[in-house]
């Protein structure tokens, strides 16, 4: 009778676990692939109403001085836009609403290209598959830092790769008005999430101090989580504005 009560306990206990690893799978099936499906889709289609609502999209340049360099490559350098561009002046655009996606990237090294959208809030724009713009940083084109946040894991995961990225390669960012054409200058493998100092206008680790600038510029900054599948440290990667031109 013991026997029997403690097989009945035991089969009983096996199938609680069995029940538990089919939810367990169930659960990181859903964060890995349908989390990544959904946000992908979402942000696909985003893209594609951006760009009907300003026509035909951008074609990408064709690669040249300083597109897809290896490591310690420099690019040709490329004249900054100044006062006499003849792309509309970005200070004068209004600043997007909440959550609304307003921009295009686009970083050929890593084949990305996901919509922008402001403020880096997880349910309205993280976990949709979007890049968030940090709303007290400059906009695209901007003087300043143009600081942006994305997932590098599950819900789309557009900044997975940016480790990747090397010093010279391009990136753009697609507004209604202009394209902002961004080269990778220098990166910062891993750094406390406190770190406020790589989004300031002058972009410098307040940890890492000999990472970042010293002087004003028009900045680009990616920030996303590091390492892998983990939010205890924040990857960066910094570039400079080398190009502007209407759309």
Known sequence: MRRRLLVRALWGFAEVVVSLGVVLLLLVAH????????????????????????????????????AGLEPGAVSTPIPVPGPSSSAAPPDQAPSP???????????????????????????????R????????????????????????NTHGEPFRRIDRLRRGDRITVETRDAVYTYTVDQSLARTAPSDSGVIAPVPRSNITTSAGYSEPGYYL?????TPEFSSRYRLVVWGKLTAMRPR
Do not use: M
Not at 33 to 41: S, V
Not at 98 to 119: C, F, K, N, S
Not at 134 to 145: K, S
């Open 31 to 66: 964060q890995l692939w349908w989390t990544n499906r959904l946000a992908r889709d979402d942000a696909g289609r985003t893209v594609q109403a951006l760009e009907r609502e300003w026509g035909a999209p951008v074609s990408p340049s064709p690669p040249g001085p300083g």
């Open 97 to 127: 609403r909440w959550d609304q996606a307003y921009a295009v990237l686009r970083i050929p090294r890593i084949g990305l290209t996901a919509p922008v959208a402001e403020g880096t809030g997880k349910g309205g724009v993280l976990d």
């Open 129 to 152: 598959g979007y890049v968030g713009h940090y709303t007290r940083t400059a906009q695209a084109g901007q003087a300043g830092n143009f600081a942006l946040a994305g997932h590098r």
């Open 221 to 225: 900054t990616l920030t996303t989580c």
